[in-house]
Each structure stands twice: as structure tokens, then as C-alpha cells.
């Protein structure tokens, strides 16, 4: 396990192979193991399967090629349409917009979704998380009807694949890995040993080659607003309300 953890990597090609309702379904009980705050279990996810909507979805997120080319392409929901349904059987309302109650949704269905791709790996599938559904997340919950307090997270595409690629070397778990208390003081040359890592890797890689080390890709990044729509979005989906 320890092993196929740290052999992950993004597949973007796949083979012309289907993978079965009965594979997706296993795949999904195991991801539905994966822990629940207080198990509300506040997640859905859609299987795109009709090709009129995995082209819409193709191109809506930014990512035609990948969506396109997989045998599926899920989308992964953080929901509290189905709690609405729980308290309305007692008489009660779910408080969907309270941050906290936004982030257990956000929370579980990352966890779902990382137990899925584990399991999917651990059969010899290859994945890709697809954040480019963001890129239109309105247009896009129209296209699977999603209602409100349910919003796409970010899709996922699975399937045997056709070519991988070399693992990507993490951050040193210093880096990571405080005891007792946040220590920022080792960020100077831990960030510089990193950055040398990085070149190395980018630059004997067997595509994609650049020379960059990881802060510098990161700057460029993270120093310019990204979808600033999405707080809108969100709010207009019942959600951080308070």
C-alpha cells in the first residue's frame, strides 16, 4: 500500500477500454469507506456518460482531451441537498450556510474522493483530477442539474492508461512535519533544496521538459486572483451565507 501511494501520478492518456458499471460501483463503496464528519456523508458524484454532455462538460471545463478520452468522467459534488431531505422527515431545516457546514461538505468529498482514486489505482487504473471544472462551475451545474446546496468540486477522469508518467518528487516531510509548534524558520533553505530537486526533475523528465524549480512556478501561481467568481457561485448555491 505504502508502495502504490507513492506511485501516483496524473494519467492523462487513456487506452480505448470501458471500464463496468459493476468496476465504478465497487470503486465507490470502497471510496464510500473513506471517513465522514458526524457521517453526514455530504457528497454525490455524477457519471457523465451521455456524449452530448461529456462534450459540453469536455469543453466547459477546459479539458477536452482528457474528458474525452477517458473511459469515465465523474463529477464529484459536495451535497447537503440530501441532509435537506433527512431533517425535512423531522420536521427540521438544514443549516447549509454556515461555514463550518460548507466545509464538512467540501471536507467529505475530498476524502470520498481520494479513497476512490486509491482503489481505482490499486486496480491498475490511472487518474486525473479535472479542478477545471471551476472554470464554469454554473454553466456546468446546469448541465447535470445539480440544485441548490450542491456544487461541483472538481471532476475526475479514470481508465486504463495508455502512458504515465515519472512521479513528481514531494516536498521534503520537513518541510511538512512541525513538532509541537509552526517553525517557518526552515522554509529558506528547505525551499532552495526543493527548488534544485525540481530542476532536476523537470529537466531530465521524458516530456514536458522546462527549466524551473517549484517556488518560482508557484509565485506565478498563487500572486494573481484565480476564479474569483467561485464566493458568488457558491452563495448563490446556499452555501457561507454566515
Known sequence: MLKLLKSHVSVRK????????????????????????????????????????????????????????????????????????????????????????????????????????????????????????????????????LPDHVIPLFGLTFGVPAQTNEVKPRLPVEAILHTNEYDETKYETLLDDYDETMRQYYASRSSNNKAAGWTEGMADYLSEPRRAYMRDFVRSKGFLQT
Open 14 to 145: 487513456y487506452k480505448d477500454e470501458p471500464v463496468s458499471d459493476e468496476t465504478l460501483h465497487e470503486l465507490i463503496a470502497a471510496a464510500q469507506a473513506a471517513a465522514s464528519s458526524h457521517f453526514v456523508q455530504a457528497y454525490s458524484i455524477v457519471d457523465v456518460t451521455d456524449p452530448d454532455k461529456r462534450d459540453q462538460l469536455a469543453e466547459l471545463s477546459k479539458n477536452p482531451v482528457q474528458i474525452k478520452g477517458a473511459a469515465r468522467a465523474l463529477v464529484f459534488c459536495a451535497d447537503l441537498k440530501r441532509l435537506d431531505y433527512a431533517a425535512a422527515k423531522h420536521g427540521k431545516t438544514v443549516e447549509a450556510g454556515t461555514t463550518e457546514n460548507f466545509m464538512v461538505a467540501v471536507i467529505d468529498t475530498a476524502l470520498l474522493a481520494q479513497n476512490f482514486v486509491v482503489a481505482a489505482e490499486s486496480q491498475g487504473y490511472g487518474i486525473c483530477y479535472i479542478g477545471g471544472v471551476r472554470n464554469n462551475p454554473e454553466p456546468i451545474s446546469r448541465l447535470l442539474g
